[in-house]
């Protein structure tokens, strides 16, 4: 895999408090999820990627370009979108946006042209023309995604970038993230809080606690379980189905939304799922997979670096 | 979906040097800032004393030109009489300004040259120093507060600096609003009066024998462009609130100012003469303490850019200047740099 982000034991230290203590860290293309509780890191871990801080110790390249040194060139190939409501008063959505692009260096015309193709992929209609100081969250949102993307970026740093948006606009988000790393080959590394979203479009998941990378895997390793285990979803009586499971040496639990999820390390589990059903005289109408859900997975993670007793 | 959406597609466009980038920054500066009705009215009004200074400039030349008619044939140099009129009107009218000794002196010599070069300097300087400086005192007080301020209280600065912006060239954009204003309302208005002036006067010939103004125009603009620009900004850039700012930036004018008048006026007391009788003005107290008022400093370095104070005359005020300026820009760069 190669490496757009490499970071060799990276130390932040602010006076006495330690941001970031001692990072080894390697993030490859595709989308990458950066998670963590508050005070983790994260936001320093951006700043430092950005070439805004510089790391106390250690050494850190960031698209083949060295962290210390070479900050411009590597914020001249980045989109950022910021977590905070960061806009320039008195400008409109669109001059806004074109303003973004001519800070990247675009000439003055075809910025205005490139803001208004940005602004019609990202669903902005007339309300482009209002003066930024108006718009709600949600727009505000559009206009800060529109500006990182103005200047077609190689790789997005998108903080918080569903936070404020109802469901509706969540979701045409994370597709227009999708879309761009999947069709465009952008690479993108999101930092939120909100899992489902990591769940959603995230191929890679890295967890921060305390200044540390507590994990660093595959969203789809993470969802893996430890033992064989499916969902299983029945038409009739789920309580007989699980009484037969049970007879047959098999872990089962019943969810709230109505199916049971069965674990055994034997190799015949799936065959001795179709027996129960048969004996307890149920119809399965689902079996799939069981996956460790993602916050499961930040919870143990997080509570087991804090058990540890570290500190920033 | 608008008609002519055509999704994501990448960027085919070259980009522009980075040398250049600082005047996006400047350009939607200067953009927000003429917004203000303020600003326009303010605009305005700095160009209304130019037709002032034009028929100044039009009286002298025609007294000028009157003369060298009468007195074609023998020379280019004014009678003694002429000379003599025009030295007492000037001490009558003009003594309190700086500068009209030097003035009076080459009105004595009667060399005509050196006449119109002094006497178009002296107006030159007497115009910066006075309408167009009290019109800056606004103008930048309109302007500047907001430049940094505001972006601070907006987090805006992650706008500027996740981008391939560094510090110096988002100060050196920001800088560059105020400056651009200063230079619209005295060293536009200053050089056109220098054409105007240039086409009143008889022939071309005026243009070698006073060749130095247009440079002389232009140095005094950065003398006081890259001071009150500094200062203001950093104002700007010490709060979120940019009417703190606002407020900051005439009690900086106002307070210096005011407390070298108190020391005139005490001495005026003390010596029982009237307030700016020149040997007040030329006593060693309010010499050594002029320093003190912005407005002070920025005049001495004018008087000696135009030429109408030594080095050692002036060096109180350069030196004032300098430090100010010096101490604004790393307090402007401290705090630029402290949002991260």
Request: hydrophobic content about 45%; glycine content about 6%; overall charge neutral.
């Amino acid at each position: 895999m190669t490496s757009l982000i490499s970071l060799k034991q990276i130390t932040k230290s602010f006076k006495s408090v330690r941001a970031l203590n001692g990072i080894d860290l390697e993030v490859g293309p595709g989308i990458t999820g950066l998670l963590g509780p508050n005070g983790a890191g994260k936001s320093t871990l951006i700043k430092m990627l950005l070439g805004l801080v510089q790391p106390t110790t250690g050494t850190a390249s960031f698209l083949g370009f060295d962290v210390r040194k070479e900050g411009r060139q590597i914020r001249n190939r980045i989109g950022y979108m910021p977590e905070d409501d960061c806009y320039i008063s008195g400008l409109s959505g669109v001059s806004a946006v074109q303003f973004s692009g001519c800070l990247s260096g675009i000439p003055k015309v075809e910025s205005l042209r490139r803001a208004h193709e940005i602004l019609d992929f990202c669903d902005m209609k007339q309300e482009r023309y209002r003066m930024v100081d108006t718009y709600s969250t949600g727009m505000r949102q559009k206009i800060k995604f529109a500006s990182a993307i103005v200047h077609d970026p190689e790789f997005l740093i998108l903080d918080e970038p569903t936070s404020g948006l109802d469901p509706e606009e969540r979701e045409t988000l994370l597709k227009r993230i999708r879309l761009l790393a999947s069709q465009m080959g952008k690479s993108v590394l999101i930092s939120t809080h909100i899992l489902p979203d990591v769940q959603a479009i995230c191929d890679d998941v890295v967890i921060l606690s305390h200044g540390k990378v507590r994990l660093c895997e595959p969203l789809a390793t993470l969802n893996r379980t430890a033992e064989p285990s499916f969902c299983i979803r029945v038409l009739e009586n789920i309580d007989h189905f699980a009484q037969a499971l049970e007879k047959n040496d098999v872990e089962v639990s019943k969810n709230p939304d109505g199916t049971v999820t069965v674990a055994s390390p034997s190799p015949k589990l799936p065959e001795t799922i179709w027996n129960a059903a048969h004996q307890a005289g149920v119809s399965i109408q689902s079996l799939i997979p069981a996956r460790n859900s993602l916050e499961e997975v930040f919870l143990s993670t997080v509570t087991d670096s804090a058990g540890t007793g570290e500190k920033d | 979906m608008p008609i002519n959406d055509v999704g994501y597609r990448s960027l085919k466009s070259r980009t522009e040097s980075s040398l250049f980038r600082w005047l996006a920054i400047c350009r939607i500066g200067v953009q927000l800032a003429l917004k203000s009705k303020w600003v326009k009215r303010i605009m305005l009004a700095a160009w209304l004393p130019v037709t002032y200074w034009a028929a100044g400039f039009f009286v002298f030349e025609k007294a000028i030109f009157a003369e060298q008619i009468s007195g074609m044939g023998q020379g280019v140099d004014l009678n003694q009489v002429t000379s003599l009129a025009l030295t007492e009107s000037i001490t009558n009218r003009f003594s309190i300004f700086p500068g009209v000794d030097d003035l009076q002196e080459v009105l004595r010599t009667g060399d005509i040259p050196q006449i119109r070069n002094t006497a178009w300097r002296w107006m030159l300087m007497i115009f910066f120093r006075y309408p167009q400086a009290i019109t800056i005192l606004f103008l930048v007080g309109f302007i500047a507060p907001s430049l940094i301020s505001q972006d601070i209280r907006s987090r805006a600065f992650l706008l500027y600096f996740s981008r391939p912006i560094s510090r110096i060239e988002y100060i050196f954009g920001k800088i560059c609003v105020p400056s651009i204003f200063i230079i619209l309302v005295t060293t536009l208005p200053a050089l056109c009066l220098y054409v105007v002036a240039i086409l009143m006067s008889p022939d071309i010939s005026t243009l070698p024998q006073t060749w130095d103004i247009p440079m002389r125009i232009i140095i005094a603009t950065f003398g006081l462009v890259i001071p009150t620009s500094a200062v203001a900004l950093m104002l700007s850039s010490l709060t979120q609130e940019s009417r703190f700012a606002n407020f900051s930036w005439f009690v900086v004018w106002g307070l210096g100012h005011g407390a070298w008048l108190t020391i005139v006026l005490a001495t005026s007391l003390q010596m029982g003469l009237p307030l700016f009788d020149p040997q007040v003005m030329q006593s060693e107290v309010v010499s050594n303490w002029s320093a003190i008022s912005l407005y002070n400093s920025l005049g001495s370095l004018q008087s000696y850019i135009f030429g109408f104070e030594t080095f050692a005359e002036s060096w109180r005020g350069i030196v004032s200047l300098f430090g100010i300026t010096a101490f604004s820009m790393t307090i402007l760069y401290q705090r630029v740099s402290s949002p991260m």
